[in-house]
Every structure is written in structure tokens, then in C-alpha cells.
């Protein structure tokens, strides 16, 4: 069994930054991919960003793409999701996931395993 815990979600000014982490623990964490979507109030959750079992290659979504930047560090069993220039719109909770491959994947339903979600919000 996996557990993905996130952290360092929190209340932002627009502009400002936050660096979501995910610990991992379970199955060997360096050997999977892994994301991050979100959901906000009244809407369906969507994917923010990927990342293989390397880190060598990783995806974004459009409305992350220059501000976003996924990492990891397998030593720590550790994904990361560091947050630049937030929008309100921005404002959701943010849920780490581990694939089921080693590679990076954009559709939730090649993700096994779920962290429970950490709010995010960005005033304006």
C-alpha cells in the first residue's frame, strides 16, 4: 500500500509563492511517475503536472506552464510542486498522485494511488 501526504499548502497573495510537497511511503517511490492535479470549488478535478520516475521528463498543463515546475527527489521519496506569480484562479485543492508506469501521464485514471489534498488559495 501507498501513502502520498501533502504539505505546504496555504493562504498566498496574488503574485506570491508556495512549494507544495508529497512525501511518499509504500512501493519503491523512485521506480513510478508521479502528478499533481487539482480541484476547485464546483469543478472537476484537472491535471497540473507530471513527472517521470527520473525526473528527466515532466508536462504541464497549459495554465501552469512558466510558472509551475514539478521536481523530485527520490532519495526522499519526495515529489514537489513549486508554485510562481499565483492567480485567484489558482485557488483549489491540490492532490499529489503516483502513476502506474514510470512514465509521466496526463489522465487521472493511469494514477493508482492518491493523496488525501491540500487546500491552496490565492487572494487577489
Known amino acids: 500500500q501507498v501513502q502520498l501526504v501533502e504539505s505546504g499548502g496555504g493562504l498566498v497573495q496574488a503574485g506570491g509563492s508556495l512549494r507544495l510537497s508529497c512525501a511518499a511511503s509504500?512501493?519503491?517511490?523512485?521506480?513510478?511517475?508521479m502528478g499533481w492535479f487539482r480541484q476547485a470549488p464546483g469543478k472537476e478535478r484537472e491535471f497540473v503536472a507530471a513527472?517521470?520516475?527520473?525526473?528527466?521528463?515532466?508536462y504541464y498543463a497549459n495554465s501552469g506552464k512558466g510558472r509551475f515546475t514539478i521536481s523530485r527527489d527520490n532519495a526522499k521519496n519526495t515529489v514537489y510542486l513549486q508554485m510562481n506569480n499565483l492567480k485567484p484562479e489558482d485557488t483549489a485543492v491540490y492532490f499529489c498522485?503516483?502513476?502506474?508506469?514510470?512514465?509521466?501521464?496526463?489522465?487521472?485514471?493511469?494514477?493508482?494511488?492518491w493523496g488525501q489534498g491540500i487546500q491552496v488559495t490565492v487572494s487577489s
Open positions: 498522485a503516483q502513476s502506474r508506469s514510470g512514465i509521466y501521464t496526463v489522465g487521472e485514471r493511469e494514477y493508482e494511488y
Open positions: 509504500g512501493r519503491g517511490f523512485s521506480l513510478y511517475g
Open positions: 513527472i517521470d520516475w527520473s525526473g528527466g521528463g515532466t
